[in-house]
């Protein structure tokens, strides 16, 4: 009885209800393993993205002493003092134009925002002060910025 249901069951290619069914499991299970692991791997994405935030900017002397050198390629400025060296971002913190090297500090084209030297935010729709990066000097006497670790605005790189 149970062999004419089955037999029954098979349409024209020879296959059965069952057979359709067992294969959907397999592969509904190789897809939930398949989005699993994607799912772990994603938990070292930040870390990567961490990585690609550090780069190399040169040595000291491509900075002027007592001047903000703007880095336009990597959006930020770069400060060197008698003392040391310290990076800011270019990125204006309300709607991220570039901004631009003032008289008082920083100021935004775009809504007329205004920082001054240590990128605190002094007027205009910005309301976040800007980022500081930290720096330190690599093996090779290279200074690298690392934009996934922020400091203060009087910390620098003292050289
Ligand atoms: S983007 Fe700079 S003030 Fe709006």
Redo the contacts with the bound molecule.
Sequence with gaps: MIYLKREMDKNKTGHTRRDFIKRFTIWAAVFAGFMASISLLRQFVPRLTRYQKRFKIGRKNNFPVNTFTFLADRKLFIYRDHEGIRAVSAV??????I?EKSDEGFQ??????RYNKDGEVIS???VKDLPWYSLHKDVDGQIVVDQGRLVDPDQKLYL
């Design positions: 204006c913190t309300h709607l991220g134009c901004i935004c084209p775009c809504h007329g925002s205009g729709a910005a």
